[in-house]
């Protein structure tokens, strides 16, 4: 029922920022969890941060925690994910999804925009 679509990715060298967007349609945005994951050819779909749809309340992975800000603007329909002091290792494309809840576990989420593409150069 939720249409995801991300954008905002690109090139940045190293230490910079990017700031994604993910767009949703469909019925009832605000009452869905919202996540952020990362692929990379050849490796595991991993979760990067989530956002509750009651509270905002937000959670982060590890390796992004205190670079990288989750955020909702339920009125925009939209979600972002602000990177800064971006790293090579961030390289990936990022995948923005819909869930019952917040979740690090990708099959928590039914719903999956198509990906955006972020490198970052060394």
């Known amino acids: 029922q939720v249409q995801l679509v991300e954008s905002g990715g690109g090139l940045v060298q190293a230490g910079g920022s990017l700031r994604l967007s993910c767009a949703a349609s469909?019925?009832?945005?605000?009452?869905?969890?919202m996540g952020w994951f990362r692929q990379a050819p050849g490796k595991e779909r991993e979760f990067v941060a989530s956002?509750?749809?009651?509270?905002?309340?937000?959670f982060y992975a590890d390796s992004v925690e205190g670079r990288f800000t989750i955020s909702r603007d339920n009125a925009k329909n939209t979600v972002y994910l602000q990177m800064n002091s971006l790293k090579p290792e961030d390289t990936a494309a990022y995948y923005c999804?819909?869930?019952?809840?917040?979740?690090?576990?990708?099959?928590?989420?039914?719903?999956w925009g198509q990906g955006t593409q972020v490198t970052v150069s060394s």
């Open positions: 999804a819909a869930g019952w809840a917040p979740s690090a576990r990708p099959y928590e989420y039914h719903a």
């Open positions: 469909g019925r009832t945005f605000s009452s869905y969890a």
């Open positions: 956002v509750g749809w009651r509270d905002g309340s937000t």
